[in-house]
């Protein structure tokens, strides 16, 4: 039993859909998805990735409506069960509003998105971890086990902030960020037998978490002739998650419980006999854990070689083994696991075709510092190569129209600890508007 409930991983999933840290959704504009080195953007998204550079705009209001869809292949392959589990991410709607106002040397401007999260995964076969557990339950009965499960997480954000234009050349911002996160996590592991079908489940979840944290974001800008050198830096934001628990339930601890299959209130009991339950303690109503959205810093530059070409360069950095994310099974540290910050590198190109149509490609390498220990079927981060191509059609002076479609690939991942392989592509369309008046 104490080798069974040692490999349960209801670990926080992480669900960022592709571009960013371990934690962090960075695409948040329809410029990004064309190309993903906005980070010296002087242009309507630069509320977002280049807040300082909004002391340079035009005097009045500059507003930008984004719209993504986004999904994920999110497969597993598993040398010990011999089986492979097909994952899938979805995020019909990502939405992206970006709004400023300039007067003089003021600009104040204001952000909401979804920096992380961002869908629902679904493992409709399983997982390699929930089926040897489900196998170590009923091998002794001649029965099988399958599994299923579903976890969903959204993080939105509101920011607001201004710049300051303290010379022809040099900008400021400063601003604070609020995140409101919304996490469910269900699922089930279910006796299977090989001739009559399911017999029984053995464990069930129905969870839910919630919290808000607040962090200050600064950044500086420098602009000289054909050139701008733009920095970010996000402060981490505290997280704290609470449990809203549903269902938790275990038949086969329901003897040990005096018929009752419900353990929420009586892992205490149960750990006296079998310490290995005490991880469980995580799960029940009313606790408490660590989510930190870590610190990040951004560095870029863009040039503006000739009338119709620019080239732009930028990385970023995340502050990730500064930031505390405690499993759901048992509240230990999953960053404290990392080798390393993960770091991206980011470059770009845009041509001017017409004076109205603008085409845009761009390239991102992400490298995360994460072990075979941080890794689990639930929680799995892969280096990964992004592409990103699209096009800008300004209708009028203050009118934009940016589409975008981006490809990430990611290296693939073979874990010396479970035996499981892991393998992720993502795809994201994305369409926005910027006005200004």
Known sequence: MKRIFSTIVFASLALSTFAGGILT??????SFVRNPMRYASLETDAIYFNPAGTAFFK?????????QMIWQDRDVENAITKKSYKGEVYVPCMP????SYKTG???FSGFFGIPGGGGKAEFNDGLPAFDMMGAGLVAAQGLNATSAFESTQYVFSLQLGAAYKLSDNWSVYAGIRGNYVSASYSGNITAVHPQAGAVGKLLELDLTQTGFAFAPVVGVDYKVGDFNFAAKYEFRAVTNLENETDKFESQMLAPQLGGDANLDGKIGMLAQAM??????ATLQDGYSLRSDAQAMLSLAGSWQATSWFKAMLGATYYFEKDAKVESLLGGADNNA????????LLAGVEFNVTKNLLLSAGIQFSDFGVTDTYVSDLNFVNDSFMTGLGAKYSFTENLDLNVGFCYANYAHDTNK???????RKT???AVGVDFRF
Do not use: F, H, M
């Open 25 to 30: 959704n960075t695409n948040q504009s329809a």
């Open 59 to 67: 005097e009045g209001w500059a507003l930008s409506a984004n719209w």
């Open 96 to 99: 992206t509003i970006l709004a």
């Open 105 to 107: 040397d003021w600009t």
């Open 275 to 280: 310490p290995a339950l005490g991880k469980l």
């Open 337 to 344: 696991n990392l080798d390393r910050n993960s770091y991206e």
């Open 417 to 423: 600890t479970n035996g499981s392989s892991y393998i």
């Open 427 to 429: 795809y994201d369309v």
